[in-house]
């Protein structure tokens, strides 16, 4: 199982496009929303309320297993269920800040921590900007614990020509990093 967190941060369609990505190759996926992405999907995704069903088609929906945020008895809370690492798509900075400390209070912090501390691949989406010194000093505390830091800073020399080609340079980028080949984009060097 790959975990897919989202939090509430702008730019949730990150986390649903990974999510989607992820189903595509055939990975499980634990997801788990923070209470305060919960709002921010329904705003930017315009939904009515907030449901794995209202955000993905029941062909991906059904393949997706949600975690409540606050079940500490989930698996993912321990290292011995064993994962093949957690993607947190968009990381807020509140939540990056805690990971950081190391603080566990609810079951997407913990898994994160729980990830750092297995030795397995935590990569995070962190979406602010401009970020200030304490935010930058966190990013390097969680790079020096290991974890992969993956701005959503598109790329404009493969030529992006809608807002979804945008989306997918990241997206393609952590999915490489999981150890997925992907044809999202076209990669520098290939022909365009
Ligand atoms: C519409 C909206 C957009 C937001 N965008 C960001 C953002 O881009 N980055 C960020 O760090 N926080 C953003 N926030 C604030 C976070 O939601 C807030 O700090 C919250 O405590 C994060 O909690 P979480 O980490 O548990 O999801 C946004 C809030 C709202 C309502």
Redesign the pocket.
């Known amino acids: 199982m790959i975990i897919l967190g989202?939090?509430?941060?702008?730019?949730v369609i990150y986390g649903k496009r990974i999510c989607e990505e992820l189903v595509r190759y055939k990975k499980d996926v634990g997801l788990i929303v923070?209470?305060?992405?919960k709002?921010?999907l329904c705003?930017?995704l315009k939904l009515k309320y907030y449901s794995k069903d209202e955000i993905f088609s029941s062909e991906i929906g059904n393949k997706i297993k949600e975690f409540s945020?606050s079940d500490m008895k989930a698996p993912l809370a321990s290292g011995s269920f064993k994962t093949e690492g957690m993607v947190i798509a968009?990381?807020?900075?509140?939540?990056?800040a805690?990971i950081a400390g190391g603080i566990c209070n609810?079951l997407?912090?913990r898994s994160a921590q729980v990830t750092l501390k297995e030795r397995r691949k935590l990569i995070l989406v962190?979406?602010?900007?401009p970020l200030g010194t304490i935010?930058l000093r966190n990013l390097l505390t969680l790079s020096e614990a290991g974890a992969l830091i993956v701005p959503p800073c598109p790329a404009f020399y493969y030529n992006p020509e809608t807002i979804e080609d945008i989306i997918n340079f990241t997206v393609s980028r952590v999915l490489n990093l999981l150890g997925i080949e992907n044809n999202l984009i076209t990669p520098w060097g290939e022909k365009i």
């Open positions: 989202i939090t509430g941060a702008s730019g923070t209470e305060h992405a709002d921010v705003h930017e945020i968009p990381s807020s900075i509140n939540s990056l805690s609810n997407l912090l962190p979406r602010e900007s935010q």
